[in-house]
């Protein structure tokens, strides 16, 4: 079982920035493929951002193609989120998950593992 702790949210105001990360112990974190996910108030989760175990692949919704970027690094167990160019609707809890299968998945229910989300609120 992977355990999973984000951290980085917070209040910002609209153009402004922060950077997310994922702490995550338990099974190899280099196995396993991760995700960000958001769930904005009275809405479903949606994926944000996708990175493979190496890293070498990444995937992003089209709300926020070319805002944000996803990394990891696996000497430090984490998973990082940097959020630029933030807007209103970015507002969401943000959660990062874990997968044990390689493939890019936009789905939710393909993810085995999730932390307990962090709160991003960006204000106009």
């Known amino acids: 079982q992977v355990q999973l702790v984000e951290s980085g949210g917070g209040l910002v105001q609209a153009g402004g920035s922060l950077r997310l990360s994922c702490a995550v112990s338990g099974r190899i974190f280099g196995r396993n493929a991760m995700a960000w996910f958001r769930r904005a108030p009275g809405k479903e989760r949606d994926f944000v951002a996708f990175i493979n175990w190496s890293g070498g692949i990444t995937y992003y919704a089209d709300s926020v193609k070319g805002r944000f970027t996803v990394s990891r690094d696996n000497a430090k167990n984490t998973v990082y989120l940097q959020m630029n160019s933030l807007k209103p609707e970015d507002t969401a809890v943000y959660y990062c998950?874990?997968?044990?299968?390689?493939?890019?998945?936009?789905?939710?229910?393909?993810?085995?593992?999730w932390g307990q989300g962090t709160q991003v609120t960006v204000s106009s």
């Open positions: 998950a874990a997968k044990i299968t390689e493939w890019i998945s936009l789905r939710s229910a393909d993810y085995n593992s």
